[in-house]
């Protein structure tokens, strides 16, 4: 039987009409059967404090698990004043304490910027990849994925733009790829 890879997918917005979440579940949806893309949720964790972390708030120990425990891991994020939003920041900050043990290291990654803008969230998608090249996470190099003008990429029904349809395919198609090439 083919391998599944589970694929941890870090979504940058809270808000609850996301353009990155839907994007998130459009290629949740488009993944190949060897992929499994499940979210993981990073709005409840704290505000990372060394202090509080000599006794890991229950937040922080479940998140981390979810990280180790998958294959590989999808970053789709909007672009907050040319950079990664704080949530995502905080999130990647958790996963990757105590020092030396953290559960990013090793785990191919991908990152899809999303926005309604023009740029396509640019700049939260390279000093994303900057934060992952510390993280020893290999990241995915082509195609790169920014998406712009994401106000019309879903209908009134949350249905996905047949015109956008076949780029999302072949980013995860890639990525897909990538996962497999990049299991130790
Ligand atoms: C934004 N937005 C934004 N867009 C962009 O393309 N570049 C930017 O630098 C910023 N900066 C920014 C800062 C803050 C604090 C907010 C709240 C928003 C707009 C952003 O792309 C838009 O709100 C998206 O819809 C956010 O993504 P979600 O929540 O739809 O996934």
């Known amino acids: 039987m083919s391998p599944v890879y589970s694929v941890?997918?870090?979504?940058?917005?809270?808000?609850?009409?996301?353009?990155?979440?839907?994007?998130?579940?459009?290629?949740?949806?488009?993944?190949?059967?060897?992929?499994?893309?499940?979210?993981?949720?990073?709005?409840?964790?704290?505000?990372?404090?060394?202090?509080?972390?000599?006794?890991?708030?229950a937040a922080y120990t479940a998140f981390r698990e979810q990280i180790r425990n998958s294959d590989a891991l999808l970053f789709v994020t909007p672009e907050y004043n040319r950079s990664v939003p704080g949530v995502l920041k905080n999130a990647i900050d958790v996963g990757s304490r105590p020092y030396g043990q953290s559960a990013w290291s090793g785990k191919p990654g991908a990152v899809i910027s999303v926005s309604p803008g023009a740029v396509g969230g640019f700049g939260a998608n390279h000093h994303l990849r900057q934060s992952l090249v510390f993280l020893d996470v290999p990241c995915m190099q082509q195609p790169e994925a920014y998406l712009g003008g994401a106000g019309s990429l879903f209908d009134e029904h949350g249905k996905l733009s047949e015109k956008t349809r076949p780029f999302l395919q072949g980013f995860i198609d890639s990525y897909a790829r990538w996962v497999a090439l990049h299991q130790r």
């Open 8 to 57: 941890a997918v870090l979504v940058g917005s809270l808000r609850k009409e996301s353009l990155n979440r839907k994007v998130a579940r459009a290629l949740a949806e488009l993944a190949p059967p060897s992929l499994k893309l499940s979210i993981v949720e990073i709005g409840g964790l704290a505000l990372y404090n060394e202090d509080i972390d000599g006794t890991p708030p």
